[in-house]
């Protein structure tokens, strides 16, 4: 039914959950697994009677980006490698929306299920922080798996 699963990363342990759920239904339906994350773009600097500078360089922001992706990936090949999955795609790209990062790799990557994690939040907290996963559930054209 679902050949290629996209799996959305936040560095969190409920993420690693979702990656867990994406294993699961990937042996099942022999499926590829994507994973994928999303940086914030490079900091702008503030500007005002005091004027604030980013404390980095785009070029050093781009090694602590690539390290933080590395660092997430490395978790979820690792669960991967232990469920038998020996090939695992990954992607990553920069952006100040993750949703519209989430479904723009999708698409691209030609997924057909996104898999993601959701922290639940309710109330003011999902007002001020938002939910990712209630913008991709919306917006998105694809089934999507909601890990809680």
């Known amino acids: 039914m679902y050949k290629n699963i996209l799996v959305p990363l936040d560095g969190s342990k409920l993420s690693l959950k979702a990656v867990s759920h994406a294993l699961a239904l990937g042996k099942m339906m022999d499926a590829r697994i994507t994973l994928f994350h999303?940086?914030?773009p490079y900091p702008r600097g503030v500007y005002g009677d005091?004027?604030?500078y980013p404390?980095?360089?785009r070029q050093q922001y781009a090694?602590?980006?690539k390290k933080a992706t590395d660092r997430i990936f490395a978790a979820a090949t690792r669960k991967a490698k232990t469920a038998g999955f020996d090939l695992i795609e990954s992607a990553h790209s920069t952006s100040e929306e993750p949703w519209q990062a989430i479904l723009g790799a999708a698409k691209k990557q030609k997924c057909d299920l996104i898999?993601?994690?959701s922290h639940g939040?309710?109330?003011?907290a999902s007002?001020?922080?938002?939910?990712e996963a209630q913008k991709v559930l919306t917006h998105s054209k694809?089934?999507?798996?909601v890990v809680h």
């Open 38 to 40: 999303a940086s914030d």
């Open 63 to 65: 090694v602590l980006c």
């Open 55 to 57: 404390p980095f360089t």
């Open 115 to 117: 898999v993601m994690a």
């Open 50 to 52: 005091g004027v604030v």
């Open 142 to 145: 694809l089934p999507v798996l």
């Open 127 to 131: 007002l001020i922080l938002g939910s």
């Open 121 to 124: 939040r309710k109330g003011l």
